[in-house]
C-alpha cells in the first residue's frame, strides 16, 4: 500500500512538474525577470538575435526543479521584456546531455547547412565533455544535430561552454572554451573543424575555482574611438562573495590570442551581488548592442531557494559598455536594458528631504506588490553612513548603506526573509563605489530578488531575498552626519 502511494504521488509530482504554469501561480514568480514556466534552470545559452527576435535558450532540466539531465530550454522575445516560452529545442543523444553553449548565425553558409542558418554550439556532456553543433533553417523552432559530432574533443575533464563569433579581419570563426582553470582560443574556417591558437589564464585573474562560461567580445573604447576586447570569464566557487560569480578582462585581441591589458591588478567583478553568475552575451544583436544576461542564483544554494515550481530567473537584460575611472583604469559599465523603460507605471515622486538620524516615508513602496523601480540620488553626503532600509511589517528587511569613508555600498540581507534554507544564503555583500557628488542608485525590485545599479551601472549588486510578503515600506538614516535624498517609483507596469 504504501509502495502504491508513493508511486501514485511520484506520478502527480511528474505531472505536476510538466505543466504550463502562468506567470503569477507562486509569491516567489517574478515579473520583469525570465522563469522558465516549470521546472529547473541553469544558464542563459545560445543567445542570438535574428529576424526581429531575440532568442534566449537555457540549461533546463523540465521533469524537475534541481539540476538533472541538461537540454536547451527556448524562448523568444522581440523587446526583451516580453518572452514567449517555446517547445524544447536540444534534447540529450547519445553523445551526453545538452550543456551551455552559444548560437551563430551562419550568413555566408560555410557550414553548409544553408545560409544564414542559425547554428547551435554547445557541450555534450557524456563519459567525457566535447563540443558538438546543431542547426536550425526554421527561425530556431526545430533543430538538426549535425552527423559528425562531436566536432572537439579532448581528453581533459573540464571541457566546456563554447563561445562562438566571427572573426572578420581574418575571415574565420572563433571559439573560446573553459577548460579546467583556462580559457583556450580555436578557429574554424566551417564550425566543424577546429584548430587550438591559444590558452589565456594562468597567474591571471582570480582561481577559486573552474572557469566556466566564457565569453569574448569588442566594446567601443571609452572617450576614444579604439576598442577594447573584453573577456568574460564565470567561476564556480571563488566568486567575490562565495560560491559563483564572474569576472572579466580587458585587454586585446588578434585574432589568435587574449592579452590582459592590465595584469596583476585587482579582479573585475562584474557584479558585487551573489546572485549573478554564467553572464554572457547576444550575438548579431541589432546596432552594435552588447547585452549580457545572468543566471541570477548561485550553485550554493540555487537548488534550495524556497520556490515551489521553477527554480531560478535571469538577471534582467544589461547593456554593456567601458568606462574610465580615476585611477585609470577602464571598466566596464552594466546599464539596464533600456526596454526596461516600458514597464514603467505611473511615477510616484519624493521630493529631496535631508536625512538626519532616521526619516520614515510612509506611503512611498504602498501597493507594488513587491514588484517596483525605485530610484534615488543621494547628494550633500556629509554623513559617515548614509543608508537606506527596505521592510515589511512582519520584520523581514534589507540594509542599503554607503560608507564614505570606505567608499563602499553594503548590502545586507541576513534578515530579508526566511534564510534558513542554506548557511551560505545570509550575506552582507559590497561594492567599490567611486568618489563623487552624488551617489545614484537604481533598484530593481521584483519578489524573490534586488538588483542594485550604481550610478547608471558602473557597479551592479545583485541579491536573491525571499521576504514572507513584499517590503511595502522604506526608512532612510544617516550615521555621523546628513544627507539629502529624493527618489521615484515606478510599480511595474505589464
Ligand atoms: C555553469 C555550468 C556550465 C555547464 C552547465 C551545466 O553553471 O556548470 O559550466 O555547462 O552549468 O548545466
Known sequence: MKRITSICAGIILLLASCTTLPATDEPYRPAYHFTPASGWMNDPNGMVYVDGEYHLFYQYNPADIVWGPMHWGHAVSTDLMHWTHLPVALYPDSLGTIFSGSAVIDKENTAGFGANALVAIFTSAGKSQTQSIAYSTDRGRTFTKYAGNPVLTDSVPDFRDPKVFWYEPLKRWTMILAVGQEMRIYSSPDLKAWTYRSSFGAGQGAHGGVWECPD??????????????????????????????????????????????????????????????????????????????GWMSNWQYADKVPTQHFRSANTVPRDLSLYRRADGGIYLQSAPSSELFALRGKAKKQAAITVDRTYNVGELLADTDGVYELEMTLTDLTAEVAGFALFNDGGDRVDCYYNQMERALYFDRTKSGPTAFSPDFPAVTSAPVEQGDTLSLRLLVDRASIELFINGGREVMTNLVFPAVPYNRISFYAKGGTFNVSSTLYPYKP
Request: hydrophobic content about 30%.
Open 216 to 293: 569574448l567580445f569588442e566594446l567601443p573604447g571609452e572617450g576614444t574611438d579604439e576598442t577594447r576586447w573584453v573577456l568574460l570569464c564565470n567561476l564556480n566557487p571563488g566568486g567575490p562573495f562565495g560560491g559563483s560569480g564572474t569576472q572579466y578582462f580587458t585587454g586585446t585581441f588578434d585574432g589568435n590570442s587574449f592579452t590582459n591589458e592590465a595584469p596583476g591588478e585587482v579582479t573585475k567583478w562584474m557584479d558585487w551581488g551573489k546572485d549573478n553568475y554564467a553572464t554572457v552575451t547576444w550575438s548579431n544583436a541589432p546596432r552594435q548592442r552588447r547585452i549580457a544576461l
